[in-house]
């Protein structure tokens, strides 16, 4: 199996876990955590910063002792947008269960920046539809480079079944910018039907990193460089969750020379 796919835990508990140490690499951290209702999940982000993401069900929050409130309300991740917290650096966060819940936390190194905790709700929530045909997918932006933070960048993506995504392929692995930035990433993938799967590829132009995965409902696959395109098999809709983060808060991609052409299909 790849070393880049972190295959599906079943059942409630801290299903995924991803830091800079075993994902070889320095800024992108991801977490999934299931809880049944009246569970707490809770952490403290330390030096880092970090984007509570309510993939389904509802919870209360709190972020160093405040009341949030009970966020959350999709039951699906292919139901609607989702709710998010924004916690800075040097905070305790908790989220109680209310319904059976699953919690993305995503993280990244904290700068300094001294920004508030908030509140992200579907409403403050902006999305679009890119490509066209069998390359159509919507995306929802929920930590996007306009918005504050220090390093994280956080999106979802639903791509129909027979579609392509993250396609022309595209990179993000030279900090080189204007012209691109180096970002790590992660994917979290869900299907419906959950019985479903899809592919996801992870290579270099010069292809010593070369990896071809089967993507099931609740993989992660590790994107530390180089194209990484997805497909969703036929019948199955497929949703992930990024979490990308670099030595400069800005998304510069350069698709592959040999595919640019398809941009303009």
């Not at 796919?5 to 876990?17: D, E, I, M, P, T």
């Not at 040097?90 to 993280?107: M, Q």
Request: hydrophobic share 35%.
């Amino acid at each position: 199996m790849s070393k880049l796919l972190l295959k599906a835990k079943r059942g409630a508990g801290h299903v995924a876990h991803v830091t800079p140490e075993s994902a070889g690499w320095t800024y992108v951290g991801f977490d999934l955590h299931r809880a049944v209702a009246g569970q707490t999940v809770s952490g403290r982000s330390e030096t880092k910063e970090v984007c509570l993401v309510f993939v389904t069900g509802k919870g209360v929050a709190t972020v160093n002792g405040r009341d949030l409130g009970l966020l959350g309300e999709r039951m699906s991740p292919f139901e609607g947008k989702p709710w998010s917290v924004y916690v800075p650096e040097g905070c305790d966060w908790s989220v109680t269960a209310d319904t059976p819940l699953e919690l993305a936390v995503c993280s990244a190194p904290g700068l300094g920046g001294g920004l508030p905790v908030r509140v992200i709700s579907p409403g403050d929530l902006g999305q679009e539809t890119r490509g066209k045909g069998t390359n159509t997918r919507y995306v929802t932006n929920i930590l996007p480079e306009n918005e504050p933070a220090d390093s994280l960048l956080v999106v979802e993506v639903i791509t129909p079944g027979g579609h392509t995504s993250s396609y022309p392929p595209h990179k993000h692995d030279q900090d080189n910018l204007p012209a691109e930035s180096y970002l790590e990433e992660t994917y979290y993938h869900r299907f419906n039907p959950p019985q479903g799967f899809g592919f996801q590829r992870v290579y270099t132009d010069d292809r010593t990193l070369d990896e071809a995965m089967a993507i099931e409902d609740g993989d992660v696959v590790m994107v530390p460089k180089g194209y990484h395109p997805c497909a969703a098999c036929h019948g199955y809709d497929l949703y992930y969750l990024n979490v990308m983060a670099g030595p400069k808060r800005t998304w510069k991609f350069h698709n592959a020379v040999e595919h640019e052409w398809l941009m303009g299909r």
